[in-house]
């Protein structure tokens, strides 16, 4: 029970981390969100289903362990223990599998996520970009304003009309 209770938690954090998309609950991310809660219900009823397997197969496996019974019945006990072993075995590689599968998943639901994040630092870099060149050519254009008033000033300053008269 406390591993499916680990595996429920780690399963809503993940759908969690995926509902953050766009306001509204619609487009791919919502979607994926859906197809993301079907899949952790499916695999949450897996694994009830395989901890409960393994732990019917071990009582069972405990109750015919007894030895106070005659050989035909003890030979009948020992066919029953393996057949149960059999079966945790392969209840355990089941778990053993959709461990596998999750951790499978969450590195490439990571990628997914990590490339998401790259994309959206990439447009808002660019916006910034245009943001920048935009203020500096707004910067030039004021500059170059204010040079062509300065000179206008300066050529009917008087300093200018002196310095041409003495300029033979």
């Known amino acids: 029970m406390c591993l499916s209770f680990l595996f429920f938690s780690a399963c809503h954090r993940e759908e969690k981390r995926m509902n953050?998309?766009?306001?509204?609950?619609?487009?791919?991310?919502?979607?994926?969100?859906?197809?993301a809660a079907q899949k952790q219900k499916t695999l949450l009823q897996k694994v009830e289903g395989d901890i409960a397997n393994i732990v019917d197969n071990f009582s069972h496996l405990v109750n015919v362990a007894r030895v106070n019974d005659p050989p035909v019945r003890n030979s009948q006990e020992a066919f029953m223990m393996e057949m149960r072993a059999a079966r945790m075995v392969q209840a355990a590689d089941s778990l053993l599998k959709l461990v596998s599968d999750l951790k499978q998943t969450a590195i490439f639901s990571g990628f997914a996520s990590l490339n998401d994040h790259v994309e959206q630092r990439k447009v808002e870099f660019n916006q910034l970009a245009e943001k920048t060149d935009h203020t500096l050519s707004r910067i030039g254009e004021e500059a170059a304003a204010s040079l062509k008033e300065l000179e206008s000033h300066y050529s009917s300053s008087a300093q200018k009309t002196i310095q041409d008269i003495q300029q033979p």
């Open 20 to 35: 953050k998309g766009g306001p509204g609950g619609s487009g791919p991310t919502a979607a994926a969100a859906a197809a």
